[in-house]
Every structure is written in C-alpha cells, then in structure tokens.
C-alpha cells in the first residue's frame, strides 16, 4: 500500500516504524551519542531511534534540536526516516541538514495505519510511504 503526504526531505529510507505519539525534543530528548531516547517519561524512553522509521507528530524545543539530529547523523545513530503528522521547522531543517528522508501530512487516517514494528519505506522526494504487510 502506498501513502501520499508531502516531501520535505528528499532521499529514500526503509525501516521498521517506532512509533510515538509524544512530541519529541531532539535537545536534551535524544542522546546524540547512541541515539537513545532519553527524555524523562516520553512514551519511547530508553528505545534506540537509530535505523528506525520515527513516527511522531512534531518536533518541540530548541532550535540546537536540528544540530543534534546531524550529530546522530554523523554518529550513524540517525532514523532512517522520518514521519510526522506536520513538520515544524526545527525537524524539517535538521532532517534536510542530515539528509534523513522526511515526509508529513499522511491526514490522521493515514497515520492511524502505521504500527509500532511495521516495515515501510519512506521516499521523501515524491512523498510517498510504501507500507509492506499490514
């Protein structure tokens, strides 16, 4: 099944999804080190985003967020992609800057479909998500 929504970062990623239905702060929420959620009581803390498809509705915090998200680009510790309900600009700056696929505005009955553990693939230059299985 293929899902329409609109490219913000280009490039192609394919994952499982790990899915969050919390904001998330990439300053101070993820270790840029290992790529562990770290955020006290966040509904993903002490899961690894590293190779993942990170699902979540929007960013929040610091502008310094997007330089974290390159720093887990260049640790190799980055999401494979990244699905948002609608990317803000700190999410859609550091997944450009990082070059991590990012594609948002699937509409809620869209978003409903992906499950935590389910393989997709993100294109994020056409937009598009291919959900594999159900």
């Known amino acids: 099944m293929i899902v329409k929504g609109r490219a913000i970062s280009r490039g192609v990623g394919r994952g499982k999804v790990l899915l969050s239905k919390d904001a998330i702060s990439f ?3 993820v ?3 290992t790529g562990v959620v770290i955020e006290k009581g966040h ?3 002490g899961k690894c985003i590293a190779g993942r498809v990170l699902v979540f509705p929007r960013g929040k915090g610091s502008t ?3 330089y974290v998200m390159l720093q887990l680009a260049k640790n190799r510790k980055a999401p ?3 699905i ?3 990317a803000e600009p700190i999410v859609a700056v550091g997944a450009i800057i990082s070059k991590i696929p990012l594609v948002d ?3 809620r009955d869209h978003y409903a479909l992906l499950k935590d553990g389910m393989e997709v693939k993100v294109d994020g230059k056409k937009g598009e998500i291919e959900i594999f299985g159900k």
């Open 64 to 66: 310094v967020g997007s």
């Open 43 to 45: 509904c993903l803390e």
């Open 105 to 107: 505005k699937l509409g």
């Open 84 to 86: 948002n309900l609608e």
């Open 80 to 82: 494979a992609a990244i």
């Open 27 to 29: 300053l101070g929420g």
């Open 31 to 33: 270790d840029a080190k």
